[in-house]
Antibody
Framework: EVQLLESGGGLVQPGGSLRVACAASGFTLSSYGMSWVRQAPGKGLEWVSGISGSGDSTFYADSVKGRFTISRDNSKNMLYLQMNTLRADDTAVYYC??????????????WGQGTLVIVSS | DIQLTQSPSFLSASVGDRVTITCRASQGIISYLAWYQQKPGKAPKLLIYGASTLQSGVPSRFSGSGSGTEFTLTISSLQPEDSATYYCQQLNSYPITFGQGTRLEIK
């Protein structure tokens, strides 16, 4: 059974940094693209970043480019999102998402339960 | 960036009704479109990918169609458990984008 378990969310001050992580199990992580998708309170879904199965290719939304870094450690079955220079509008539930293929330009067939990041002073 | 516009934004329908949600893309995306269902407090669930392929385990009352710039999600006979918000997503080019969502209420 595919499982994705996020961790690392919490309260951080504007301008601060946070790293959220996703522990993957039940599938071979290196065979699939992975993404982070976020949802601000009461708002819609926003794709944040994606990484290919090998980790060679990464992609970002314009809103986070230069501030966020996606990475993966296939040997540990882990996906990460390093978030720097956080702003109030980064406040959201962050979902770890498994794509249906190695390509990040693929639909998401499994989601984590989400981890809440609150950026506030 | 490719913009996706869903219509309507809110829909109220009765059990047994046939319901259609439209997603229009600001430029052609071939068939690189997915549909998701999200219930309050839960993660989204994949319904349709490749514009018309039903995800495994999804009831056959859900169907998707379209290509290019106009796509539809149809629920052939609405059930009480279909109350949710529905999102389309384009996967043709980066950045990947979602529609704004359609909230479906059961009367």
């Amino acid at each position: 059974e595919v499982q994705l378990l996020e961790s690392g969310g919490g309260l951080v001050q504007p301008g601060g940094s946070l790293r959220v992580a996703c522990a993957a199990s039940g599938f071979t992580l290196s065979s699939y693209g992975m993404s982070w998708v976020r949802q601000a309170p009461g708002k819609g879904l926003e794709w944040v970043s994606g990484i290919s199965g090998s980790g060679d290719s990464t992609f970002y939304a314009d809103s986070v480019k230069g501030r966020f870094t996606i990475s993966r450690d296939n040997s540990k079955n882990m996906l990460y999102l390093q978030m720097n220079t956080l702003r109030a509008d980064d406040t959201a539930v962050y979902y770890c998402a498994k794509c249906i293929s190695w390509d990040t330009r693929a639909s998401v067939d499994h989601w984590g339960q989400g981890t809440l990041v609150i950026v506030s002073s | 960036d490719i913009q996706l516009t869903q219509s309507p934004s809110f829909l109220s329908a009765s059990v047994g009704d046939r319901v259609t949600i439209t997603c229009r893309a600001s430029q052609g995306i071939i068939s690189y479109l997915a549909w998701y269902q999200q219930k309050p407090g839960k993660a989204p669930k994949l319904l349709i990918y490749g514009a018309s392929t039903l995800q495994s385990g999804v009831p056959s009352r859900f169907s998707g169609s379209g290509s290019g710039t106009e796509f539809t999600l149809t629920i052939s006979s609405l059930q009480p458990e279909d109350s949710a918000t529905y999102y389309c997503q384009q996967l043709n080019s980066y950045p990947i984008t979602f529609g704004q969502g359609t909230r479906l209420e059961i009367k």
